[in-house]
């Protein structure tokens, strides 16, 4: 019996032209988010070390095709506010286009806020109520500074319990969220 012709394969997957985000950085553990306020810009951040004190954002206006330091960042050194840190780094964009940035420093999350696309970022260096914590996660309900949440979760460094009597003490899964009731001015910069 014959066979009866087979539809045409569709058209190969294939990559685009790349676009290099991490000059200047290291560019592991790098994170990415699109502005839903605009889809041509495009946040990108990504640790330093902790010795250097030193992490990096940078932003793309068009689309993803280029990316710069964003406009706070110090020249020739990509760091974008006074914030310490150099560990992991986070960043997300919420529903009014606000940028927030997390850097570790082990002891804590040194928290900032940009409101205009990274020209300039308010920050604190002690963004949590906890210490000795670790890998950090954003999500976003809405505006936070107009009645939205900013969530952090974390892994925070042996406070949990003692499992099978053979280790001293177990990291724990830690949620935090900003603003703080009635504090919507430190919304991404203070978390409770």
Same mark, same amino acid.
């Given at each position: ?32 988010? =699109?502005?839903?306020?605009?889809? +041509? ?8 070390? $902790? ?5 990096? !954002?940078?932003?793309?206006? /068009?689309?993803?095709? *280029?990316?710069?330091?964003? &406009? ?20 997300? !964009? ?7 940035? +997390?850097?570790?420093? $082990?002891? +804590?999350?040194? *928290?900032?806020?940009? /409101? ?13 109520? /906890? *210490?000795? &914590?670790?890998?950090?996660?954003? *999500?976003?309900?809405?505006? @936070? ?6 969530? $952090?979760?974390?892994?925070? =460094?042996?406070?949990?319990? !003692?499992?099978?009597?053979?280790? @001293?003490? +177990?990291? &724990? ?6 603003? !703080? ?12």
């Amino acid at each position: 019996k014959p066979i009866p012709p087979q539809p045409p394969l569709p058209s190969s997957i294939t990559f685009g032209h790349p676009i290099i985000a991490g000059i200047g950085g290291t560019g592991f553990e790098e994170s990415i988010r =699109i502005d839903p306020t605009n889809p +041509n810009r495009i946040y990108t951040s990504a640790p330093g070390s $902790l010795s250097a004190d030193t992490s990096w !954002v940078w932003h793309s206006l /068009d689309g993803g095709r *280029t990316f710069k330091w964003v &406009v706070g960042a110090a020249p020739l050194q990509g760091k974008v506010t006074t914030c310490h840190g150099g560990g992991d780094s986070e960043i997300a !964009v919420d529903s009014a286009g606000h940028l927030y940035f +997390n850097d570790l420093t $082990l002891a +804590n999350f040194s *928290t900032a806020r940009s /409101d205009d696309f990274g020209a300039t970022f308010t920050c604190s260096n002690t963004g949590v109520p /906890d *210490t000795a &914590v670790d890998r950090q996660w954003y *999500t976003i309900d809405g505006d @936070p500074l107009n009645g939205g949440s900013i969530y $952090l979760a974390n892994d925070e =460094i042996g406070p949990g319990g !003692v499992v099978c009597g053979t280790t @001293p003490a +177990n990291n &724990v899964l830690v949620m935090y969220r900003s603003p !703080v009731t009635g504090l919507e001015p430190t919304a991404g910069i203070e978390f409770g």
